[in-house]
């Protein structure tokens, strides 16, 4: 046994995180309370291009001036309900960049008598247009983006732990959540070999245009911060910062899964 040194190879730099070069789709913005514009904020500081898209002449007020902060250079009414909306934001991405690296996915939808109904009593047209709005339209942005995601990507949705347990008056999301979930890991599957990443971030409760939706919507919040082992409650801009790093390269390895941002009360029965 000798006492030679031994060449230790020097490691890599540490890779900072950076989305420099970056085009990313972001559908969902509704105004400043929105998961999606805390998302838009973050990977703009980071540095990706984005197209934003609107609901409606009606949102369109509130969306505008949050576009116009992150300098979008795409922006465009996007109601998936609407025949060729999708594709035509899709088409000027498309033509502006001829590549997209990511899209975050944040719309969901349920009628209201379906919301505040029990599951038993949900009408089959509710049922299907929540699924088509919250679901299937995550699958469309897929289909619609693989072709621009020549050098891989990345596909990222929002779901919500009642999409696992029953949580009490979110009702017929639960099961819309749940196929979200699962259709994340068939995307990924399918996906993956094109370097196409797909994944859901689970945020615990957050004061939301579509959360005051949900019946006795306070008391959830209370209770989500109660179980918590921090005892809080996530924001947007924490949505926003965990957002920006699994659209960046640092993920790279991450895809397929369901990642939660609740302070960890998903771990607490």
């Avoid at 040194?5 to 559908?27: D, N």
């Avoid at 895809?255 to 960890?264: H, P, Q, S, V, W």
Wanted: aromatic share 8%; charged share 20%.
């Amino acid at each position: 046994m000798t006492n030679a040194a031994v060449a230790v190879a020097s490691p890599e730099p540490v890779q900072t995180l950076s989305l420099a070069g970056k085009k990313g789709l972001i559908i969902g913005i509704a105004n400043r309370q929105s998961i999606a514009y805390g998302v838009a904020r973050h990977v703009r500081a980071y540095g990706a291009d984005l197209a934003i898209t609107y609901l409606n002449e009606k949102s369109d007020k509130y969306v505008r001036p949050l576009a116009e902060e992150v300098n979008a250079p795409i922006y465009l009414p996007c109601d998936v309900r609407e025949e060729g909306q999708l594709e035509a934001v899709f088409a000027a991405i498309t033509e502006k960049w001829g590549k997209l690296d990511f899209v975050i996915h944040a719309i969901a939808f349920a009628n209201r008598e379906d919301l505040h109904g029990r599951v038993v009593d949900c009408s089959r047209d509710g049922f299907a247009l929540a699924m088509d709005v919250s679901c299937f339209s995550f699958i469309r942005c897929a289909k619609l983006a693989e072709p621009l995601m020549k050098d891989g990507g990345c596909l990222v949705t929002l779901s919500y732990y009642g999409g696992r347990k029953v949580v009490d008056h979110y009702n017929v999301m639960g099961p819309v959540k749940a196929a979200l979930e699962s259709t994340t890991k068939y995307l990924a599957h399918e996906l993956g070999p094109k370097g196409i990443r797909v994944l859901t971030i689970s945020p615990g409760p957050l004061r939301t245009r579509a959360a005051s939706g949900i019946d006795h919507f306070d008391e959830l919040l209370d209770a989500a911060a109660a179980k918590a082992p921090t005892h809080q409650l996530a924001d947007i801009d924490d949505v926003g910062s965990f957002a920006a790093y699994l659209v960046s390269d640092l993920a790279k390895s991450v895809t397929g899964t369901t990642l939660f941002i609740d302070g960890g009360a998903h771990i607490v029965g």
